[in-house]
T-cell receptor
């Protein structure tokens, strides 16, 4: 069962902030966030472990709400280079598998 | 380090033809994965290999077979290609440790089945 991402698409002006959500009914071990630019491979951004520990990028952070079973990715002071499709990968305890959401397309305009 | 490499980059097949997609990694990773990506569907796991000598089905394994040739290489075979297998195929690898296991993706193979 794929995690649900929202919004499906968002347009920002440079310097604005964005939040992308990812939720699942499956019990979480970790959430992995990736960005993919058109025609390229997904690139790792951040991993969020159960318990809230984050590992990743400078201007990008993430959180996990256990009650809602939802992870949120925060992009601050967006740059043109932030444009792309963001995917969350949801990993259950004891599993090697990541189940990816359908993606959120982020467009940053000048 | 090349990371994860995939061959070929592009391929056109006719229905019923067979082919093998090749993947290799030079990061000494234990685990390797094959995904397919279709428009609006995200990445879906076809097969994975947690360690050399083991393979397991993912979410969409029908119509595919895999071989973990050695620690570096993991191939995906389409025995009798169908138009529904038109997709972009990504190979990925990871250390395979339980804690904070990050997957690294190859550049992809764009496959069209006519």
């Amino acid at each position: 069962q794929q995690p649900v991402q929202s919004p499906q698409a968002v347009i920002l002006r440079e310097g604005e902030d964005a939040v992308i959500n990812c939720s699942s009914s499956k019990a979480l071990y970790s959430v992995h966030w990736y960005r993919q630019k058109h025609g390229e491979a997904p690139v790792f951004l951040m991993i969020l472990l159960k318990g809230g520990e984050q590992k990743g990028h400078e201007k990008i952070s993430a959180s996990f709400n256990e009650k809602k079973q939802q992870s949120s990715l925060y992009l601050t002071a967006s740059q043109l280079s932030y444009s792309g499709t963001y995917f969350c990968g949801w990993r259950g305890a004891g599993s090697y598998q990541l189940t990816f959401g359908k993606g959120t397309k982020l467009s940053v305009i000048p | 380090n090349a990371g994860v490499t995939q061959t070929p980059k592009f391929q056109v097949l006719k229905t019923g033809q067979s082919m093998t997609l090749q993947c290799a990694q030079d990061m000494n990773h234990n685990s390797m994965y094959w995904y397919r990506q279709d428009p609006g569907m995200g990445l879906r796991l076809i097969y994975y290999s947690a360690s050399e000598g083991t393979t397991d089905k993912g979410e969409v394994p029908n119509g595919y077979n895999v071989s973990r040739l050695n620690k570096r290489e993991f191939s995906l075979r389409l025995e009798s290609a169908a138009p529904s297998q038109t997709s972009v195929y990504f190979c990925a690898s990871s250390e395979g440790v339980v804690h904070a296991d990050t997957q690294y993706f190859g550049p992809g193979t764009r496959l069209t089945v006519l």
